[in-house]
């Protein structure tokens, strides 16, 4: 679930809570500013309560992080810093250094939103950040089909897919939905 665009942190929370009841481990995806107006202790603690797992935070950098970082911490919540194929090996060893859960890699850099391609830098990106840590690492930005999925789960652990799924529930409601997830995890599931 990703704040902004109409979704309140509260709304947030109750997704996540209606996910983790049905046995799925939620992480959410939100720019800063309102976790920040919810404010941070009051939002970590919160969604430890609803269930959830993490935050991806694709605006916060580690340096202006430290707030959120503790606060993560105290509620045993994941805080994910995104990689990016312009971040410096030093830059990438510093972020994997204080995310947790999985590395998020940015397959391009820009805005969110589906693509019709998966940019070329990112299999190297990938390797760059296995080279600084153990974690799992995710790939996204762009991700809309089961060929792009496909794609990614050669050399990626994970693949990240979020502007795709609100094109689809916008289309199709729920059994767009449910039709874009069947694509995707075929194209993972063909890739390995």
Not at 28 to 45: K, L, R
Not at 142 to 166: C, M
Request: charged share 15%; aromatic share 6%.
């Amino acid at each position: 679930q990703a704040l902004g665009n109409g979704a309140t942190p509260q709304s947030v929370l109750t997704v996540v809570k209606a996910v983790a009841n049905r046995g799925v481990v939620p992480v959410v995806m939100s720019y800063w500013n309102p976790i920040e107006q919810f404010g941070i202790d009051a939002f970590a603690h919160e969604l430890q309560q609803a269930g959830g797992a993490g935050v991806i935070t694709p605006d916060l950098t580690i340096e202006e992080g430290q707030p959120w970082i503790a606060a993560a911490g105290g509620q045993d919540l994941a805080p994910i810093f995104l990689v990016a194929p312009s971040s410096t090996n030093e830059r990438i060893s510093r972020i994997c250094q204080v995310t947790q859960g999985f590395v998020y890699a940015a397959s391009t850099m820009g805005v969110t939103g589906a693509r019709d391609r998966v940019s070329n830098l990112a299999p190297e990106l990938v390797a760059r950040v296995r080279a600084s840590t153990d974690l799992p690492i995710a790939v996204g930005l762009g991700v809309s089909n089961g060929a792009q999925a496909a794609e990614i789960a050669k050399y990626a652990d994970g693949v990240i897919v979020g502007s795709a799924f609100v094109t689809a529930a916008n289309a199709g409601g729920v059994a767009g939905v449910r039709e874009l997830a069947r694509e995707l995890a075929g194209g993972v599931h063909r890739a390995r």
